[in-house]
């Protein structure tokens, strides 16, 4: 069925060679299933919804290029069909693209994330309108679009579990306002199997009120003293580094190895504090 809002200049009813079909351009699927029993209907009564092709710009081998049909094209082919029935449209590249896409769309032959990515092609790399206009050309509403796109915003876990039906578009929307690593928190938690909205948006709550606990003083403190001592290590070796170039018998050479021996002395300071403070807070946490 040819959608109301793509401008056909004209179509005619005929029919092709298979051999004459370029099936590359339009493919919103990433696998076109098990097309065994498709090819079993239609080899017992034909086939009764025809291609839908438009001439190519540039032909080279194949003169048609396919908009829509193409698990029963492939159907055909495994039948070994030379010909088959189609409908010749004269249409634009963008209306060939909303023509592929509302058939598919229709028939409900894409995963939610092929969807998404399609209306994603339409919207940003074409570059040819926005939800609301896609959403009138499909037959979709504009908030429907937009929940595909949000779905590819997900992790990649969490797509793969929309794509393969363990997760409804619906469920993983629920996770939107978690970062990337909370969602495959919950992901984890999850497991395999179906996954309720309940349950998903109970866990996205949890989580979403998570507070992470400030620091307290003696922590600073801790983390401080740390990098001072680092800090200390690294001076000390390029004191000594320093010494070295000095002349052992001089006034100079004497003084520069107090400085570096008080500074050891902070050091030894700073690295008993350190113990003692660890210590204070390994009691703390009992």
């Not at 049909?69 to 088959?84: I, K, W």
């Not at 449209?89 to 509302?102: G, H, P, Q, R, Y």
């Not at 996954?195 to 709550?205: I, T, Y």
């Not at 690294?234 to 170039?245: G, P, T, Y």
């Amino acid at each position: 069925m040819l959608s109301s809002s793509v401008g056909v200049g004209r179509f005619e009813q005929l029919k092709v060679k298979v051999s004459e079909v370029d099936d590359d351009e339009f493919v919103f699927r990433a696998d076109l299933g098990d097309i065994n029993s498709l090819a079993g209907s239609i080899e017992r009564y034909g086939l009764l919804q025809p291609l839908i092709l438009r001439l190519k710009a540039n032909p080279e081998k194949e003169a048609y290029e396919l908009l829509a049909g193409h698990r029963r094209l492939a159907a055909c082919r495994l039948l070994g069909f030379t010909e088959v029935p189609a409908i010749l449209v004269d249409v634009n590249e963008k209306d060939a693209f909303i023509l592929a896409l509302t058939e598919n769309v229709q028939s409900k032959s894409l995963n939610p994330i092929e969807e998404a990515m399609a209306f994603q092609s339409y919207i940003h790399r074409k570059g040819w309108g926005g939800a609301s206009e896609l959403a009138r050309n499909i037959g979709k509403s504009p908030a429907y679009i937009s929940l595909r796109l949000q779905l590819l915003q997900l992790p990649d876990s969490i797509r793969s579990m929309v794509a393969s039906n363990r997760l409804a578009p619906f469920t993983a929307a629920e996770l939107h306002g978690l970062s990337g690593n909370q969602a495959e928190k919950l992901v984890a938690s999850i497991g395999d199997g179906q996954v309720s909205l309940r349950r998903v948006r109970k866990l996205a709550k949890e989580i979403k009120e998570e507070k992470e606990i400030a620091p307290t003083d003696l922590e600073r403190y801790s983390a401080a003293l740390k990098m001072f001592i680092l800090s200390t290590r690294r001076a000390l070796n390029e004191m000594d580094a320093s010494i070295h170039r000095l002349n052992e018998s001089g006034d100079y050479y004497r003084k520069a190895v107090k400085y570096r021996y008080d500074l050891h002395r902070i050091l030894d300071s700073m690295v008993n504090e350190y113990a003692s403070v660890k210590k204070q807070l390994l009691v703390n946490e009992l």
